[in-house]
């Protein structure tokens, strides 16, 4: 048995332990496919991302966009790419669990080699897609060009407007999206088939999108692609204004609210009370 209840349901306690697995395997991985694996995430979510924004604006309805911009979180995860939000969640829970070898150098290590693998598949992403909408930048890239720029320059530039509050507000920013995008990656877990965890990631990533949370790996294509575009800010900018305290951001999210929460109350329970009978 593996702690089902039901016919397609994985238990709390399970769910706990197949988290504090899956940290484990994350931390054990050669640096070859933990770099590959994180290419393809990066790549991944980034083209759901410019489809999600392309829906929206050609549709005028951001709902729309975000309705459908789960897609990429779903293949990201049915297909075991690893994505940056989702180690910050996983990985320090093997280290916790005291897991053979899983050092806290091993844990950096890990969201080391993530965050590179994810920012090439964005980039990488970023520059296919003006080349396309610019004819190889032989034109403007229209509509879409014009807003990703505005979108870019909103979300750098406009928060330091207001200086350190700009900064935290993109932070806490940061925890609300990797509080639910963490969230849609455990709930996954709970099912056992692949319909069953499509609609238990679907919910959170949504959410998330359509409420203009920060995600700090669509954000490694979304700046990038910003700045080809002719966004009024620099790379500077974005790695202070936005990647640095949303990331940070994410992992505070992903770890505090979701992976540590997971831990302590279904994986190291505490003892139950003896009632006086």
């Not at 979510?45 to 489809?51: G, P, T, V």
């Not at 920012?119 to 990488?124: D, E, I, K, Q, S």
């Not at 060009?145 to 200086?163: C, D, L, N, S, W």
Request: with cysteine.
């Amino acid at each position: 048995m593996t702690g089902k209840t039901g016919a397609d349901y994985v238990s709390p306690n399970e769910l706990a332990k197949l988290m504090v697995d899956a940290g484990e395997s994350k931390a054990c991985l050669s640096t070859r496919d933990t770099l590959i694996r994180a290419f393809m995430a990066g790549a991944i979510l980034a083209l759901a991302a410019a489809f999600a924004i392309t829906v929206a604006i050609k549709t005028g309805s951001p709902l729309a966009g975000a309705i459908l911009f789960p897609v990429g979180f779903i293949l990201i995860y049915l297909l075991g790419f690893d994505l940056l939000t989702g180690v910050f969640m996983l990985v320090p829970l093997a280290w916790l669990d005291k897991r053979p070898g899983v050092s806290m150098g091993q844990v950096l290590r890990n969201w080391g080699l993530v965050f590179i693998g994810n920012f090439a598949g964005a980039v990488t992403v970023a520059f296919m897609m003006s080349f396309i909408l610019t004819y190889g930048y032989t034109s403007s890239g229209g509509i879409i060009a014009e807003k990703v720029a505005h979108i870019g320059m909103a979300r750098t530039v406009g928060y330091e407007a207001h200086g350190i509050m700009g900064w935290f507000t993109i932070f806490i920013r940061g925890i609300l999206c990797n509080w639910m995008v963490s969230t849609g990656v455990a709930a996954a877990m709970v099912s056992t088939s692949a319909i069953g965890k499509i609609f238990a990631m679907w919910m959170p990533i949504m959410l998330f999108f359509y409420m203009g949370f920060e995600h700090s790996v669509v954000n490694m294509f979304l700046f990038p692609f910003a700045l080809i575009m002719g966004g009024d800010f620099t790379f500077i900018d974005y790695l202070t204004w936005n990647e640095a305290p949303t990331a940070l951001g994410n992992l505070v999210g992903g770890l505090m609210f979701v992976g540590l929460i997971m831990y302590i109350t279904h994986y190291k329970t505490a003892p139950k009370r003896v009632l006086d009978i």
